[in-house]
């Protein structure tokens, strides 16, 4: 069972590893950072980066997309707005401190959501999605890299184990796929197009879900074009 995880705990975790994240993280997520990236530029238009921490994945964006990137860590987004500065990041349009659980965006503002090791950070990650995909257009993609735990065998018995550990490094071990099939099953307007693993050794994965718009207004834009 997963445990439940605390907000302000989550917060400190994050303001202590602000000086060394770049550091520690940099180069084992650089190939699934630039897959995810990969996958925002494919769609283009306006990105929201939730969980945008240090800001190490924006330089990788072209000019392409318009990004606006929110954290829970202040001490986080201090680094990436000294990023943004000292590399001259003109398509980066703001930075704010925010709970991703309860985005202060109006519905349909984004053409991508992006969510990079961030949703088994939460401490509900299905509220999480379910903002990601309200902000979020129709025919717009939200672009996850996140921890796919075990499903069953020896593997998920030591996420299991490890799960009070890893919590208190600031995430969950245990976040079996069946979360994420449960979480699509409860929203209508979601569809995967892809599930990808990623390094290291493939317990990450890109996944990418598209919005679709709501069948009244398929109709609707039907009986237009007729």
């Known amino acids: 069972m997963t445990r439940a995880m605390n907000r302000e705990g989550v917060v400190k975790t994050y303001d202590r590893w602000a000086p060394v994240y770049d550091l520690v993280f940099g180069p084992v997520f650089e190939k699934a950072r630039r897959a995810a990236i990969g996958a925002c530029e494919a769609v283009g238009g306006r990105v929201l980066e939730v969980g945008v921490g240090t800001g190490i994945s924006l330089p990788y964006y072209s000019q392409r997309c318009?990004?606006?990137g929110v954290?829970?860590?202040?001490?986080?987004?201090e680094v990436a707005h000294q990023r943004v500065a000292a590399l001259h990041l003109t398509n980066v349009e703001q930075l704010v401190?925010?709970?991703?659980?309860?985005?202060?965006?109006?519905?349909?503002?984004?053409?991508?959501?992006?969510a990079q090791y961030v949703v088994n950070t939460v401490p509900d990650p299905e509220t999480a999605l379910d903002e990601f995909m309200r902000v979020l257009k129709p025919g717009g993609e939200l672009i996850v890299v996140n921890r796919v735990g075990a499903e069953k065998g020896a593997r998920r018995k030591v996420e299991e184990l490890?799960?009070?550990?890893?919590?208190?490094?600031?995430?969950?071990?245990?976040?079996?796929?069946?979360?994420?099939?449960?979480?699509?099953?409860?929203?209508?307007?979601?569809?995967?197009?892809e599930r990808r693993p990623l390094p290291p050794l493939g317990h990450f994965a890109?996944?990418?879900?598209?919005?679709?718009?709501?069948?009244?207004?398929?109709a609707r834009d039907l009986v237009t074009a007729a």
Do not use: H, Y
């Open 71 to 77: 954290d829970i860590s202040a001490a986080m987004l």
């Open 206 to 218: 890109l996944l990418r879900f598209r919005k679709q718009a709501a069948a009244s207004q398929s």
């Open 66 to 68: 318009r990004i606006v």
């Open 97 to 114: 401190l925010m709970d991703v659980q309860s985005l202060a965006f109006d519905d349909a503002s984004f053409d991508v959501v992006t």
């Open 162 to 193: 490890l799960e009070p550990v890893v919590e208190r490094l600031g995430w969950r071990s245990d976040f079996p796929w069946a979360r994420f099939e449960n979480w699509m099953s409860a929203n209508g307007s979601v569809m995967l197009a």
